[in-house]
């Protein structure tokens, strides 16, 4: 399994910023994948999840409405699309087959500071 971030950026408070996770060697299209976090000091948090088919989703409490994951079976990649961030979405965010990490990728940094 390989899973590899990228998009990861420096944004102002209120900016917008677009990850990717491009995944190879299993069944992307039977997987049902994940994004999870890590805030500097903390633990990995999960963020949001999307059925193999992409027509379920769920997100964290804090970040609903603000971000959206979706996914292109086709080419194998997993997307999360985050809008009106805040400085307490800074971390390292990692696409997952697991809600709790333990299969991730290398991550992408996502700072937000003004």
């Known amino acids: 399994v390989q899973l590899v971030e990228s998009g990861g950026g420096l944004v102002q408070p209120g900016g917008t910023l677009r990850l990717s996770c491009t995944a190879s060697?299993?069944?992307?299209?039977?997987?049902?994948m994940h994004w999870v976090r890590q805030a500097p000091g903390k633990g990995l948090q999960w963020v949001c999840d999307?059925?193999?088919?992409?027509?379920?989703?769920s997100y964290t409490s804090s970040v609903k409405g603000r971000f959206t994951i979706s996914r292109d079976n086709t080419a194998n990649t997993l997307s999360l699309q985050m809008n009106n961030l805040k400085s307490e979405d800074t971390a390292l965010y990692y696409c997952?087959?697991?809600?709790?990490?333990?299969?991730r990728g290398q991550g992408t940094q996502v700072t937000v500071s003004s």
């Open positions: 997952a087959t697991d809600s709790s990490g333990a299969n």
């Open positions: 999307i059925s193999p088919a992409g027509s379920v989703t």
């Open positions: 060697g299993f069944t992307f299209r039977w997987s049902t």
